[in-house]
């Protein structure tokens, strides 16, 4: 596994596996689910547990079942259809590779494979924005592309000299940030303001969210698990 993914430890013991899982069961965590092939996302809860099979019993949420097209349910649907799962507990994020086993219209059975990988991360996953994110925000009377964003808060780039209007734990409250074609009114603080690159010509400002509302929350952490299915894909 390349040094980047160092965080990404796979997990072969098949009893801390059982135990992982049971943890998705007894926290209720949302899971999020992914079909690579078809680029689809929806969200499920575990409702049971079969440990000794590896087998879960889920429930598609009302809202992700709803906007599922009959092609969607199709790919979902196909026999052995691969699906990796993903939730967190705590700092932790857990990911898995799991096979369609049966569905009776929200509720289907899945198999998980081993290894089981475990993401320990003391912050929210971050992602590198892309252009399709749209996502931008105005900070005073400039408006900056961000650089990344997490639930726990953005950076933006900016060039030399630029840096000197930012200052660790300035406020800049009421700033407006789009996002996935939403345009939502956040509260940030400085976290630090560290060079981008070696060449010190352009700097990376941190920010984070201060009562970011917690339905924002969840939108940016859902694309971040989707991004992160998609950077990790060639290990589950």
Not at 60 to 78: G, P, V
Not at 96 to 105: D, E, L, S, Y
Not at 176 to 190: P, S
Request: charged fraction near 30%; aromatic fraction near 10%.
């Amino acid at each position: 596994m390349p040094t980047k993914d160092k965080d990404l430890e796979p997990v072969n013991d098949l009893k801390m596996v059982q135990r992982y899982l049971r943890y998705g069961l007894e926290f209720h965590e949302l899971v999020s689910c992914y079909i690579e092939d078809s680029n689809l996302r929806f969200d499920a809860f575990i409702k049971a547990v079969d440990i000794d099979k590896l087998a879960l019993d889920m429930e598609i949420t009302d809202e992700c079942f709803a906007k599922l097209d009959s092609n969607q349910i199709s790919a979902i649907d196909r026999p052995q259809s691969e699906i990796r799962l993903s939730y967190s507990v705590n700092e932790a994020t857990f990911f898995v590779h799991a096979k369609f086993q049966r569905r009776n219209i929200r509720n289907m059975a899945v198999k998980a494979d081993m290894p089981m990988y475990k993401l320990q991360r003391r912050e929210a996953l971050r992602i590198k924005v892309m252009a399709s994110h749209k996502a931008t925000v105005r900070l005073g009377p400039t408006v900056f592309p961000l650089f990344d964003i997490s639930a726990g808060g953005l950076s933006v780039v900016v060039g030399i000299n630029e840096e000197k209007d930012f200052k660790k734990q300035q406020l800049f409250p009421g700033s407006m940030m789009t996002f996935l074609g939403k345009e939502i009114k956040v509260d940030l603080e400085v976290k630090n303001v560290l060079p981008a690159d070696k060449s010190g010509v352009k700097w990376k400002v941190g920010f984070r969210f201060k009562g970011l509302p917690g339905a924002i929350e969840q939108m940016i952490a859902r694309e971040a698990y989707l991004h992160t299915h998609k950077i990790w894909s060639r290990f589950l």
